[in-house]
């Protein structure tokens, strides 16, 4: 009794210490918890967290297979709502067991998506702890999901953004890796995957990419096939940017090399490996004519403005409202038959008029909205969209960014004032650029040298010395930004201020894009990213509606108005008797554009618009194994295309066909101070050139060219002519030498050089209207 008691009196002594030692303790460190009652309350929170662990494991139960796993058709409807475009999106899949599936196959795609497969239990902590921590670093979204709950999104859930969708994957993929082998699971991860190409599975994907049955596939196939699994539709190599390109041959090669890592595959088979380019994309069935191309667009704009993602939208049971016109859609297709397809002969001239190919695309200016584009003959027989495509370069049809940069820039021209669309520059051929960060002296159509003439007269007759060093003065950076801001991507090529040549259209653009940029023009400045879908639904079998929320279509500020405006001034002086764009005049109706065509004569186009709608027509040839671009000389029987040929040609007559009956809108322009033309000419053209026209001259055509822009009247009816001018992008840059720098003098008279004989068309071939510039040597 006495020892029980004392042991008490100790005790409480012991406590009654504790707690005068914490008193004596300051204010702020007595508010910290002691060690035991930290320790106990770590306790407690593990001893909760392993409890509701062991109770949410045990009531999420592994579901049935969800509606994912059973796709529907996909309806894609005209701008009203009803008229059907096209159905897609029913499952392209064909299971198979894992012994099909070739090992090296399943190698690389442990390698690409999940290297620690065979050892985790489901999930990896570690790789969503690196994920969640790269994420928070600002590395970008990172997943570090494992192959199995990949599997069980794709199989049992949906691809829902939400914590409660992650928190079942995670239990349902602990139970399914209980439950399952690990071949069981990489197959039915195989077997539930989108490839891309409409493939669901290994063994669609192997007939869509490398037709050939799964168990066929080689090494590098399969590991080509693993790295499509990141980025289905963006590392398909044959339809890729050159951009993306590059992504899925390095998504290849970390597949590749980590089968070695993994002891999967030797140094010296590695070391041998090369790429295995994919065979051409095979139409889907129901796409025929211009429907595919059109689903092309849509689904394009859906995933790349972060809408819907590729599996999603490929999973099926959307009923997706486009913003194409469905009259406009079939005159773009009339405008391209009559004018180009009708005139090719390809039994007669094989060499020439195969191939050729037409890239088009029309925008409303005042909201965005894409209302038709062209991007081939006929999606089954030709299923790539050239509409979309950014590999041909887009010459002449830049020099509008070049300007539009010099008008804000508050740079000088090099004579101390800055520049407006009346400052003068000097037009001699090969006249070396001075200022720019690479050697570069373009010639000028046939070597033409036009004196001393203002930025407004360049424009009109395309002269390249001119608007390489005007793009110069306004600052390489400047332009970039400036043709970034009006819509053209920042990532296409061509695009490098490091080299002077990009003045003058090296840029690749689409069509498309294009399109956009000439519609911030038309609409005074203010730039929408062009759209094409208008509504997305998709109704499930309980009768749920999902009803994805659309972007706000809200313009941009790419330019002031002054700005803009003044640059569509210079423009309608293009589409005028002296400009290289005379065809259009036949239109009728106030018009504004620019031409341009690219070294070799690989590519032409039209960029032009009236103040309701804009439009782009691009022309070039390619082969259709290789798809090398070959040259457009000798097309239709003419020795030579241009902007100003059949893709002006191809742009009026499907603007005539939907604005026929139309009001006719005139441009309301507000240009900035000091670049509207004045009543007394600042722009000399000659009375009459000094050497004999080129053998491309027509016959007839006007022997002067006004100094000032001519109404907006059709073209007046002239002979025809033997062949077709260009305003080509010059060659590479040659040395570098001193220059002149822009003075007020007054203009000299455009000379033409000796040059070669150009070979004439032949005498049956029948050509359209001449532009109206042939009396002088054409601009580029």
Do not use: C
């Amino acid at each position: 009794m006495t020892v029980s008691a004392d042991h008490r009196t100790r005790r409480q002594a012991k406590r009654a210490a504790r707690r005068e030692a914490r008193r004596a303790k300051s204010f702020w460190r007595r508010l910290l918890p002691t060690w035991r009652v930290t320790l106990g309350a770590l306790t407690a929170v593990l001893l909760a967290a392993v409890g509701s662990f062991a109770v949410l494991y045990l009531i999420v139960p592994v579901p049935d297979p969800n509606a994912h796993a059973v796709a529907q058709n996909n309806i894609y409807l005209y701008a009203d709502g009803t008229t059907e475009i096209a159905r897609t999106g029913a499952v392209n899949r064909t299971d198979v067991t894992i012994t099909q599936i070739p090992l090296d196959t399943q190698h690389a795609v442990v390698s690409a998506e999940d290297r620690t497969f065979y050892q985790n239990r489901g999930i990896d902590l570690k790789g969503m702890v690196r994920a969640g921590w790269n994420t928070l670093l600002g590395k970008g979204m990172q997943g570090g999901s494992t192959i199995t709950q990949q599997y069980v999104k794709n199989y049992y859930l949906t691809q829902d953004q939400t914590i409660e969708r992650k928190g079942r994957e995670l239990f349902i993929a602990l139970k399914v890796d209980q439950q399952r082998s690990k071949d069981e699971i990489l197959s039915g991860y195989l077997n539930s995957s989108y490839f891309g190409r409409g493939a669901y599975g290994i063994q669609s994907a192997a007939h869509a990419y490398y037709g050939v049955d799964v168990s066929q596939l080689t090494l590098p196939q399969g590991a080509y096939l693993a790295a499509l699994l990141q980025a289905p539709s963006l590392y398909d190599v044959k339809t890729a940017t050159p951009a993306n390109r590059e992504k899925a041959v390095a998504r290849w090669n970390y597949a590749l090399d980590g089968m070695v890592q993994l002891g999967f595959l030797t140094a010296v088979d590695r070391a041998a490996t090369t790429f295995p380019d994919p065979i051409d994309p095979q139409p889907a069935t129901g796409l025929g004519g211009q429907a595919g191309y059109l689903v092309g667009v849509a689904d394009d704009y859906l995933v790349s403005s972060g809408i819907i993602d590729t599996a999603t939208l490929k999973a099926g049971g959307w009923r997706i409202t486009t913003t194409f016109d469905r009259d406009k859609q079939d005159a773009f297709t009339r405008a391209v038959q009559q004018e180009l397809t009708e005139e090719l002969d390809p039994a007669k001239r094989p060499a020439t008029d195969t191939d050729v190919r037409v890239a088009g695309a029309s925008v409303e200016p005042a909201t965005g909205r894409v209302v038709a584009v062209y991007g081939g003959p006929d999606y089954a027989k030709q299923p790539y969209n050239d509409a979309l495509r950014q590999d041909n370069q887009i010459g002449s049809t830049f020099k509008p960014f070049d300007l539009a940069a010099g008008l804000n820039s508050g740079r000088s021209s090099g004579d101390g004032r800055p520049i407006t669309t009346e400052t003068r520059y000097d037009g001699t051929s090969e006249r070396p650029v001075t200022g720019g960060p690479t050697p570069y002296a373009p010639p000028n159509e046939d070597d033409t040298d036009y004196g001393n003439i203002t930025l407004r007269y360049a424009m009109t007759k395309s002269v390249n010395s001119v608007y390489a060093q005007e793009g110069v003065d306004a600052g390489l950076a400047h332009v970039r930004e400036t043709a970034v801001r009006l819509g053209i991507p920042d990532n296409v090529r061509g695009m490098d201020p490091a080299n002077t040549s990009m003045t003058l259209g090296t840029a690749t653009p689409s069509a498309l894009n294009l399109a956009g940029a000439y519609a911030a023009l038309a609409n005074h400045g203010q730039a929408f990213t062009p759209w094409s879908v208008a509504k997305l639904e998709r109704v499930h079998s309980g009768g749920a509606i999902d009803v994805p929320k659309m972007p706000d279509h809200v313009p941009t500020t790419a330019l002031d108005r002054g700005t803009a405006d003044a640059v569509t001034d210079v423009l309608r002086d293009v589409v005028s008797p002296r400009g290289t764009g005379a065809a259009a005049l036949e239109l009728g109706r106030p018009a504004a554009g620019k031409t341009g065509t690219t070294d070799s004569n690989l590519s032409a186009w039209f960029a032009g618009y009236t103040p309701e709608l804009t439009t782009t027509v691009g022309l070039f040839r390619e082969n259709p194994k290789t798809h090398a671009k070959e040259p457009l000389s000798g097309t239709a029987g003419y020795t030579r295309i241009n902007g100003g040929a059949f893709p002006t040609q191809i742009w009026t007559a499907y603007m005539a066909d939907v604005l026929d009956g139309t009001d006719v809108h005139h441009f309301d322009l507000q240009p900035s101070r000091g670049n509207t033309q004045p009543s007394t000419p600042t722009t000399t053209a000659p009375a009459s050139p000094t050497t004999t026209p080129p053998a491309t001259s027509a016959p007839g055509a006007p022997t002067t060219a006004p100094s000032t822009p001519a109404p907006v009247t059709p073209a007046p009816q002239q002979t025809t002519p033997s062949s077709r001018p260009t305003e080509t992008l010059p060659p590479a840059p040659t040395p570098q030498a001193p220059q002149p720098t822009p003075t007020p003098e007054p203009p000299a008279t455009p000379t033409s050089r000796p040059t070669s004989a150009r070979p004439t068309a032949p005498a049956s071939a029948t050509a359209p209207p001449p532009v109206g510039d042939q009396a002088t040597p054409p601009a580029r």
